[in-house]
């Protein structure tokens, strides 16, 4: 349905069919945060839903931004500091500017990468995307059923997992409830071979009132998801693994770059942290 008008007027992207199952009576998460991005692919029920997220911290686009920031430092950094070949990326997102695949091209052709999301509309554009690849593809899957992620067959003919892997899980598990995190975090890292590693990005709760008022405005304002959890709740994601430097840290001060900006106005509001199975 390349370019037709969809049942709230919308039009998706052109050469894009977008699936039947795709929900448009509710906000989609990989849709809002394309319209923070400043992206193409939302609809009038995902732009309503960032109202409310605006009128908390009108700069959500540069949180938005500086985590793709810190994806391509993380990237960059698995394939060319860590020397791995295999990404499985949880929580991929809607394709845009700096994907992982590309970005772990740029270092090394070869690299495979796995992309995981359970929204549709992402499956549909990420195959439109990848069509030409033999390195990365794209399942849908539920990270909260960590087994249909690892067991998946497609995942298993790009993944060597008697080798050590990375697994980016990038904004996405704050968008898991607490009852939920934990087991999935767990149960993430008991598929982790030994030399593989685990990247994550989370709103952080820093006991500051903007993280408060931010997590306030994506749990009611119609979105319905997005914890912003302490350096405590956040440490324990990695439980068992070896933190690497620096750290469990604010997401512009893991390994910044000259493209990381230095003044972010949400510097406070965002953490990363990677780690590595060792035994
Ligand atoms: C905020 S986006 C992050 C995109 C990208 N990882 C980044 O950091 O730029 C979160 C993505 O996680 C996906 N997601 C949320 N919950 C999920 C789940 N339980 N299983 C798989 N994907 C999920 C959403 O569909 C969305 O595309």
Excluded: C
């Excluded at 007027?9 to 319209?35: K, M, Q």
């Excluded at 793709?68 to 949880?90: E, F, M, P, S, W």
């Amino acid at each position: 349905m390349a370019g037709r008008a969809d049942k709230t007027g919308n039009r998706g992207r052109a050469g894009v069919t977008l699936p039947p199952e795709v929900d448009l009576s509710r906000p989609s998460i990989a849709r809002v945060y394309d319209f923070i991005l400043g992206g193409k692919e939302h609809f009038e029920i995902d732009r309503r839903a960032t109202d409310a997220i605006f009128a908390a911290v009108p700069q959500i686009g540069s949180l938005a931004r500086d985590n793709r920031n810190l994806l391509r430092r993380a990237t960059r950094y698995l394939v060319r500091d860590a020397g791995l070949r295999q990404i499985i990326d949880l929580g991929s997102g809607l394709p845009t500017l700096g994907n992982v695949h590309e970005i772990a091209h740029e270092v090394d052709r070869d690299v495979r990468v796995v992309y995981v999301d359970n929204d549709p509309v992402v499956l549909a554009h990420g195959r439109a995307l990848l069509s030409q690849e033999n390195t990365t593809t794209m399942i849908m899957a539920d990270i909260r059923e960590p087994d249909s992620v690892f067991d998946n067959p497609a995942v298993k003919e790009f993944i060597d997992f008697d080798e050590p892997f990375a697994v980016i899980a990038a904004s996405i598990l704050h968008h898991l409830t607490d009852a939920e995190v934990l087991p999935a975090a767990a149960a993430i890292r008991n598929r982790l071979t030994v030399g593989s590693y685990l990247v994550t990005t989370n709103f952080l709760d820093d006991d500051e009132d903007r993280a408060k008022d931010l997590e306030k405005a994506f749990l009611d304002g119609g979105l319905g998801t997005g914890r912003f959890r302490t350096w405590e709740e956040l440490r324990r994601l990695f439980d068992g693994l070896e933190m690497l430097e620096p750290g469990l840290v604010y997401g512009n001060d893991w390994h910044p770059d000259e493209l990381t900006p230095a003044d972010s106005p949400v510097h406070t509001l965002f953490s990363a942290g990677m780690a590595r199975k060792v035994s």
